[in-house]
């Protein structure tokens, strides 16, 4: 029977040449629903993997613009609607120059399973274009955004789909792209989350990935006896996500002795905490993509230029850059120095056989799809704010931000405890993720 999971990722390979990322994530998941599959032989009937792996709808677009040099510049614009079973599609766009179809179809797929785990009702769906935000001035980014919705409108809706930020896209950029659909369909409608708090968006919201994140991982510390407070952590990265999972490690007693960049990482043997963590904030509104500041900022804290932080011995790693940072020679090293615990914070940032490395080497890995989801679940808490026509208090958003994370804890540890792996959060997040859509897939029909 796991035969059918084998031909499914074969299937995906050979339909999806060139596309790794996507092949990646649509192994790892696969891999670990072959249990479900020997239990349910009604999901290989009804064709259940090869619909799931095949995205209900695809659109790539031109984006044409004119730069501040009067130059006309033309991008690719991407939105993958991935499986609207549980609710209409939800997920970020990226604007980033390595973004290609690979890339949007694995972030369009694991925001299937991140969506499900929420318990709200929402699809799956991804969106972005090879768009470099770095060192653009707000004049192009503005006249960027514009011209992509100009074409992206006409598929999106707050009961079709419901874009969000991703990396390179922020509270600016969601600005912009809303303008320019307001102004085209006439309507003040919450088809965007992520939005400016005077306009519909939602107190909490930027925090919200990070956070969430955190409450995660304390959850997975404290399933095994243990706590965040004196714990010191890895951190990558140093925009949103970054900053968020900084600041709420912080608060709950952990030490956060690195943050890292495209241009190397930041050591702060001190700890990130105060002042420190307003200051990533300046870093990425700087626009440059840089960390090293930090260093001339605080002295006692180190830069590393051109590496990674994972050779840092701590007690907990959270990667939050991107994806497939963690390849095997990191794990590697993240297993020489001794670690019991890493939460996956960006997407997809170990590949799979970094994971099953460090599985094997008894690191308890929490899967991103259901640590990070706390960005999309306050998303979905910003759609059902504009959609009742109200504004919900910061402290409403932070209680049920919480009770979703650990509720997101509790189903990945259920679900692959009652499908024999044990405590498992990677599989039993597959798993959780996986049976509500097959649910609604099945009670939906061919
Ligand atoms: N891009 C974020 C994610 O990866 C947020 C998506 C959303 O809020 O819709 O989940």
Not at 5 to 33: A, H, M, W, Y
Not at 128 to 148: I, L, N, W, Y
């Amino acid at each position: 029977m796991s035969n059918y999971v084998d031909r499914c990722i074969q299937l995906c390979k050979d339909k999806n040449p060139g596309e790794p990322e996507f092949q990646q994530t649509v192994e790892e998941v696969l891999t670990s629903l072959k249990p479900v599959m020997e239990q349910h032989p009604e999901y290989e009937k009804a064709g259940i993997l090869e619909r799931l792996i095949e995205p209900e709808r695809g659109i790539s677009f031109r984006v044409a613009w004119v730069d501040d040099a009067g130059k006309v510049q033309v991008n690719r614009g991407y939105r993958y609607q991935f499986n609207g079973a549980i609710g209409p599609y939800k997920g970020g766009i990226r604007f980033a120059p390595n973004v290609y179809s690979g890339i949007i179809k694995f972030l369009g797929f694991e925001q299937i399973f991140k969506n499900s785990l929420t318990g709200l009702p929402i699809g799956g769906g991804k969106g972005g274009a090879d768009f470099d935000p770095t060192g653009k001035s707000d004049g192009e980014v503005m006249r960027f955004c514009q011209a992509f919705v100009t074409e992206l409108y006409r598929h999106i809706g707050p009961y079709t789909d419901v874009p969000a930020g991703d990396l390179g896209v922020g509270a600016r950029e969601i600005g912009y792209m809303y303008g320019q659909y307001r102004k085209i369909v006439n309507r003040f409608e919450g088809v965007f989350t992520g939005k400016g708090l005077m306009w519909g968006g939602l107190y909490g919201r930027t925090e919200a990935t990070g956070y969430g994140i955190v409450y995660y991982a304390n959850a997975m510390l404290e399933a095994n006896g243990e706590s965040m407070k004196g714990k010191t952590v890895v951190v990558s990265g140093f925009g949103n996500v970054s900053w968020g999972t900084v600041a709420k490690a912080t608060e709950l007693g952990g030490k956060v002795i690195t943050i890292s960049g495209p241009d190397g990482y930041i050591l702060d043997e001190a700890g990130i905490s105060g002042e420190k963590i307003d200051f990533m904030l300046e870093l990425r509104n700087s626009g440059k993509n840089i960390c090293a500041p930090y260093a001339d900022k605080f002295p006692g804290s180190k830069f590393f230029k051109g590496e990674k932080p994972w050779a840092v011995k701590a007690d907990l790693y959270i990667p939050c850059a991107t994806q497939n940072e963690i390849l095997i020679d990191e794990a590697k090293k993240i297993v020489a120095n001794g670690t019991k615990f890493l939460c996956e914070g960006s997407n997809m940032p170990c590949s799979n056989e970094a994971i099953a490395y460090m599985m094997d080497n008894g690191v308890i890995v929490g899967p991103s799809k259901a640590a990070n989801a706390g960005g999309v679940a306050c998303s979905t808490i910003e759609m059902s704010q504009n959609a009742g026509h109200t504004v919900f208090s910061p402290e409403q958003v932070h209680a049920q931000l919480k009770t979703i994370m650990l509720g997101i804890h509790d189903a990945c540890e259920k679900a692959s405890k009652d499908y024999g792996f044990g405590y498992n959060l990677v599989a039993g997040a597959n798993i959780a993720g996986f049976l509500k859509v097959a649910k609604a897939m099945m009670d939906q029909g061919i």
